[in-house]
């Protein structure tokens, strides 16, 4: 179980290192050396030691000190052991102020090598089944592709297991980027009509006749360019669940069309005559508030009540605050693996950072955090300066400097366009530094005729 | 020739080396010889350490080894040292052919107390066993009853027995079958 372990011992004296080499060998571990700090440093580039052994006083360049110092830059969570034959209160005092776990006299007696090690692999060991048991706990809280420890999120597991099977009519609520359509995803994998068709629609990302066409379909001819019939998504979703994400972004007309299927399970396809039976069940979702919406007419009450049968409200994430390093977790072993990178770990300050953000843009934001800081990150651990940006920018005492004499839809749309810019034209990312969903994000950008690319 | 020589290094009591001899075959299941005395080699003395260097040793042992698979083991009453090290029981070649195992500080008098010399004889055989089952491939075993399991003082090594325990053993089978088969080759080329 040693071998799994690497040390490289790093010392300019052949005879130090083959011995302490050898040494370490006859106690099962796989050991390297490297004869100066400049090729430690290339093979702490190449690969991952758990323990260094490092010479205090190393010609050519670099000397023991500058190379733990460059080690720990490339792999903070390693342990530096500095050993020399030249022991001084000041060089141990420094050794250790930079960071070396332990500061070795040679020669040095057997047992202090042996037992060294043992002890450091042994902490090793923990940290690493420590990893394990925090994964083992995340499968814990897993409900299809939801995960979450609690108690409101269970509340919605308990829900969504009941309403599963049933026919229902299910609206979601809660602010961009809470999982709204993973919610609708459980609701349909994990009922009867798991095997049949889920079939999601943006509502917001579509003007209103493009909405109506991709949600019935339409006929040759029905409008300029509908050159072919075309089945919309009601037929496609036929036996199975159609998720009308952002229901409270359509169009009064639209509201009609959807209301009239909802209560007849039938509908025509845009200008068709013949009418259509689907069986479809429908679960919408929602950032914004439909009882409001309702309230003040922008939203028609009855169909609000046909969608409304089971309503599923979705905590914001700074109300789940113990759900943020279960999903950093999780979202860093699924990002390693599709990013092909090696980082296993969250520091305890990054975790600190994370827990101190607000998450406007919610589970979303944080999954975007996590990978932007891995494609910084340079070692195997997420540490806190990877994740500075979501540290709040320090203000100029006066406050925000603002352009003066612009009207607040003015103010939006400058602020929109060069969060766009920043984001090299990136929607989803530009939606997640604004707070704001996507397709709110897409309704701005149409409202003020903001091209998606700058030129 | 298979099996194992031990050689003085440049001498060693003739009842121990009889003990350590009996003892090495039973744990290897091979034929131990004796061989004639090694001298030490030249500069392996070091002044500023009062002590003999083990790889200097090793080297000598390794410039004397008989044909493969046969192992070389060497006994010597001098205190050893590697450099990092303030000293060693005995250094080997991990996967190797040559060991050598030093008897000065397995000798009660060494500490201050009573010679024994049926004590030496036990810590020495213990002692080889362990250096040379490193050649063998074997490294620290985490049974304390298992000459394997790492001595760094001497109630360490008194703990120990001189039989590798049963997770060892199945190693060392396993070495000394991959040994057998490539002797096997090299008698009945393809």
């Known amino acids: 179980m040693r071998a799994r372990w690497h040390i490289l011992v790093v010392d300019d004296e052949e005879a130090m290192t083959e011995s302490l080499a050898a040494w370490l060998r006859e106690d099962g571990y796989s050991v390297e050396t490297a004869a100066s700090g400049r090729e430690a440093l290339e093979k702490a580039r190449a690969r991952e030691y758990a323990i260094y052994f490092v010479d205090l006083k190393m010609p050519g360049g670099l000397d023991g000190i500058e190379t733990m110092m460059e080690i720990r830059k490339i792999q903070p969570e390693a342990s530096v052991i500095i050993i020399t034959a030249y022991a001084t209160v000041d060089t141990a005092i420094t050794a250790m102020k930079e960071g070396a776990q332990e500061y070795v006299v040679k020669p040095c007696h057997p047992q202090e090598i042996s037992l060294l090690v043992e002890r450091i692999i042994r902490v090793k060991n923990l940290q690493r089944e420590n990893a394990i048991l925090r994964r083992k706990l995340s499968r814990q809280y897993r409900f299809c592709d939801l995960v979450s420890k609690s108690g409101r999120m269970a509340e919605v597991f308990d829900l969504v297991r009941e309403v599963a099977s049933q026919r229902s009519t299910v609206l979601i609520q809660g602010e961009s980027g809470t999982g709204k359509e993973l919610v609708a995803r459980a609701i349909h994998f994990s009922g009867e009509r798991g095997s049949l068709p889920f079939v999601a629609v943006s509502c917001a990302a579509l003007a209103e006749t493009l909405l109506e066409s991709e949600l019935f379909g339409h006929e040759r001819g029905a409008f300029t360019g509908a050159v072919v019939q075309r089945k919309g998504k009601f037929e496609a979703a036929d036996g199975g669940t159609v998720f009308l994400d952002e229901i409270g972004d359509i169009s009064p007309k639209v509201q009609v069309d959807l209301l009239r299927v909802l209560q007849e399970r039938r509908f025509s396809r845009v200008g068709g005559t013949t009418e259509i039976a689907v069986d479809v069940r429908v679960i919408a979702a929602t950032h914004r508030d439909l009882e409001t919406e309702v309230r003040e007419g922008r939203f028609r009450d009855d169909l609000f009540y046909r969608l409304n049968v089971i309503n599923i409200r979705l905590p914001p994430l700074r109300e789940r605050r113990e759900d943020i390093p279960l999903l950093a977790q999780e979202f860093l072993d699924r990002l390693s693996h599709e990013l092909g990178r090696d980082i296993g770990e969250i520091s305890d300050e990054a975790l600190r950072v994370l827990m101190d953000h607000d998450w406007p843009g919610n589970v979303r934001e944080l999954e975007n955090a996590i990978e932007r800081a891995m494609v910084t990150c340079k070692t195997r651990v997420l540490t806190g300066e990877d994740l500075a940006f979501l540290r709040p920018a320090p203000r100029s005492p006066s406050g925000l400097a603002l352009p003066a004499g612009l009207t607040l839809q003015e103010l939006e749309k400058e602020y929109i366009t060069a969060t766009l810019e920043r984001a090299g034209g990136n929607v989803k990312e530009t939606a997640s530094l604004l707070g704001i969903d996507r397709s709110t994000l897409y309704d701005k950008l149409r409202r003020y005729e903001i091209p998606r690319r700058a030129s | ?190």
């Open chain 2, 1 to 190: 020739m298979s099996g194992l020589l031990v050689a003085p290094l440049p001498s060693a009591p003739a009842p121990l080396l009889d003990r350590l001899e009996r003892d090495l075959g039973r744990a290897f299941a091979l034929p131990v010889r004796r061989s004639g005395p090694v001298a030490e080699p030249a500069g392996a003395w070091s002044e500023t350490r009062g002590q003999w260097s083990a790889t200097d040793f090793l080297r000598a042992l390794v410039a004397r080894l008989p044909p493969p698979p046969c192992r070389l083991l060497g006994v010597t009453e001098h205190d050893l040292f590697v450099p990092v090290l303030s000293f060693v029981f005995g250094q080997a070649q991990l996967h190797g052919r040559a060991a050598v195992v030093s008897l000065a500080r397995l000798r009660p008098e060494f500490h201050g107390l009573p010679p024994d010399d049926p004590l030496l004889e036990r810590r020495a055989a213990k002692e080889a066993v362990h250096e040379v089952g490193h050649t063998f491939g074997l490294v620290h075993c985490l049974d304390r009853a298992c000459p394997m399991s790492l001595s760094i003082d001497l109630p360490d090594l008194d703990r120990k027995t001189a039989e590798p325990c049963p997770s060892c053993s199945a190693l060392l089978e396993g070495s000394l079958e991959m040994q057998r088969a490539r002797a096997q080759a090299e008698v009945e080329p393809r």
